[in-house]
């Protein structure tokens, strides 16, 4: 799609309710190829590489609000009134910050190891809170210690490998981002708040932490679940920053049936 200015990658799949899916900080729809299948079994689903990610244009500059616009440019082309909308990390600041512009247009909001605000994005936090133990790292070292962080401690070795084999999956099919586009995609998460605005979104709301997640700890998303009026709140025990593959019964437990 033509959109704001840039082309904007969207796949849809799947027919009833609308869900609209985003995605986390440099990955892409790839990343949420499972759950895309199984959702699209009972709706119809439309999942968007972000801009600067994925198989989308990559300005060399964005913001925050640049991927809002994004989300909304995307209903209105394909005149969605309202939808499901579900965000994985960065994904779930683009959700808050639709849900918080256009309350109407969202019928029900899952947010999965969110948070509300932010200096700079969460792996920016991370590397300089590490700094001292990473200098002196080559690149590689320093993408695997980030790497294991994104676990619980008790995750199996073979969810880690599996997460391993897709992001080299990905990087096979030119999915990858580049040093400066890695940097621009960590620059738009600079310096948000949503957290005074929250009260004001009306969609049932269903927020899902993991329990030993370094990057957004569950008392992000608890927080969070606070502020919006009603909202539902679920920490997944043996997970991190990524649920839906180290829990991924209860995690799709919880959210079909939510969404029914």
């Given amino acids: 799609m033509h959109l704001n200015g840039l082309e904007l990658h969207v796949e849809q799949t799947g027919e009833g309710s609308p869900l609209v899916m985003l995605h986390g900080l440099t990955a892409n729809i790839e990343s949420m190829r499972a759950e895309i299948d199984r959702l699209s079994r009972s709706r119809r689903v439309i999942a968007i590489d972000s801009r600067g990610h994925g198989r989308s244009d990559k300005p060399s500059a964005y913001t925050l609000t640049d991927h809002v616009d994004d989300v909304l440019g995307v209903m209105d082309a394909l005149n969605l009134t309202q939808v499901e909308l579900m965000g994985s990390s960065m994904g779930s600041y683009i959700a808050q910050g639709v849900a918080i512009r256009a309350p109407a247009r969202v019928k029900r909001l899952v947010l999965v190891t969110p948070k509300a605000h932010g200096a700079t994005s969460s792996s920016a936090r991370l590397l300089a809170q590490h700094a001292d133990e990473l200098q002196g790292k080559s690149e590689a070292e320093v993408q695997a210690f980030m790497f294991n962080l994104v676990f619980a401690p008790t995750t199996p070795a073979p969810v ?87 829990e991924p019964e209860r995690f799709f437990a919880l959210i079909e049936a939510f969404l029914r």
């Fill in 160 to 246: 880690r490998a599996s997460m391993m084999a897709s992001v080299q999956q990905q990087a096979q099919d030119g999915l990858m981002l580049t040093p400066e586009q890695n940097l621009a995609a960590n620059r738009a998460l600079e310096g948000f708040d949503f957290r005074p605005d929250l009260p004001r979104v009306t969609a049932e709301t269903l927020v899902i932490s993991g329990r030993h997640d370094a990057l957004n700890p569950p008392e992000e998303g608890e927080r969070i679940a606070q502020l919006i009026p009603g909202a539902r709140f679920e920490v997944l025990e043996h997970s991190g920053h990524v649920p839906n593959l180290e």
